[in-house]
Antibody, heavy 122, light 108 residues
Framework: EVQLVESGGGLVMPGGSLRLSCTLSGINFNDAWMSWVRQAPGKGLEWVGRIKSRGGGATVDYAGPVKGRFSISRDDSKKTFYMDMNSLDSEDTAVYHC?????????????WGQGTLVTVSS | EIVMTQSPVTLSVSPGERATLSCRAS??????LAWYQHKRGQSPRLLIYGASIRASGVPARFSGSGSGTEFTLTISSLQSEDFAVYYCQQYDNWPPYTFGQGTKLENK
C-alpha cells in the first residue's frame, strides 16, 4: 500500500519560511514522480509543483503563484520529498498535500497524503 | 493556462438516483482529464483518468465521458458515501495542471 506522510506545517509570519517534508513508502521511491497540491480554506484544489524521478532528471515545475519562492527537492536515500517555502504571505495559507504522479502518460495524482496545514499570519 | 469550469456548483440528488456533473475546458485537452472525489476530513481520491478510465478500486457506478472541451462524470445510483466535492483536472497542457472549482454533491 502506498503511503505518503507530510510534516512541517505550522504557523509562520508573513515573509517567513517553512520546509515541508513528505515521506513515501509502498512503491519504488527512485522511480516516483511527486507533486504538491494545496487547498486554501474554503477554496478548491490548486497544483503547486512537481518533481520528476532522478532518472527523469529530477526536473521541477512550479505553478505561477509560487515560482521563485518555493523549491521542491528529493532525497532518494531518505525516501523523502521536500518543499522549501520562502517569502510566505497570507495567500499561501492552505493544507498542503503531497501526491504521487501515476505515470508519464497519465500524470494524475493517484495517491495522496493526509496533508499538513500551513498558516501564514502575524 | 487552461481554465476548467465545473457545473453546477452544488448538485442536490437523493440516494439511488443518478448524478451528472459537468466540466468544461477553455481549450481542448483531448482526453487528458481526471476526476477526483474529496470528502470532508479526508484526502482527495482519484476516480477517473484519461476521461473515462476508472482508477483502481473505483466502483463501476462511477463513469466518465467526453473529450476535447466537454466532460461528464456520472454516478449511476448514488450511495450515501458518494456525497462529497468532485473536481475535474486537466493534464494536457502543463505546467500548470489545473483543477475546476469543484461541484458539491449533496443529499437532497
Amino acid at each position: 500500500e502506498v503511503q505518503l506522510v507530510e510534516s512541517g506545517g505550522g504557523l509562520v509570519m508573513p515573509g517567513g519560511s517553512l520546509r515541508l517534508s513528505c515521506t513515501l513508502s509502498g512503491i519504488n521511491f527512485n522511480d516516483a514522480w511527486m507533486s504538491w497540491v494545496r487547498q486554501a480554506p474554503g477554496k478548491g484544489l490548486e497544483w503547486v509543483g512537481r518533481i520528476k524521478s532522478r532518472g527523469g532528471g529530477a526536473t521541477v515545475d512550479y505553478a505561477g503563484p509560487v515560482k521563485g519562492r518555493f523549491s521542491i527537492s528529493r532525497d532518494d536515500s531518505k525516501k523523502t520529498f521536500y518543499m522549501d517555502m520562502n517569502s510566505l504571505d497570507s495567500e499561501d495559507t492552505a493544507v498542503y498535500h503531497c501526491t504521487t504522479v501515476q505515470s508519464v502518460l497519465h500524470p494524475v495524482f493517484n495517491s495522496w497524503g493526509q496533508g499538513t496545514l500551513v498558516t501564514v499570519s502575524s | 493556462e487552461i481554465v476548467m469550469t465545473q457545473s453546477p456548483v452544488t448538485l442536490s440528488v437523493s440516494p439511488g438516483e443518478r448524478a451528472t456533473l459537468s466540466c468544461r475546458a477553455s481549450q481542448s485537452v483531448s482526453s487528458n482529464l481526471a476526476w477526483y472525489q474529496h470528502k470532508r476530513g479526508q484526502s482527495p481520491r482519484l476516480l477517473i483518468y484519461g476521461a473515462s478510465i476508472r482508477a483502481s478500486g473505483v466502483p463501476a457506478r462511477f463513469s466518465g465521458s467526453g473529450s476535447g472541451t466537454e466532460f461528464t462524470l456520472t454516478i449511476s445510483s448514488l450511495q450515501s458515501e458518494d456525497f462529497a466535492v468532485y473536481y475535474c483536472q486537466q493534464y494536457d497542457n502543463w505546467p500548470p495542471y489545473t483543477f475546476g472549482q469543484g461541484t458539491k454533491l449533496e443529499n437532497k
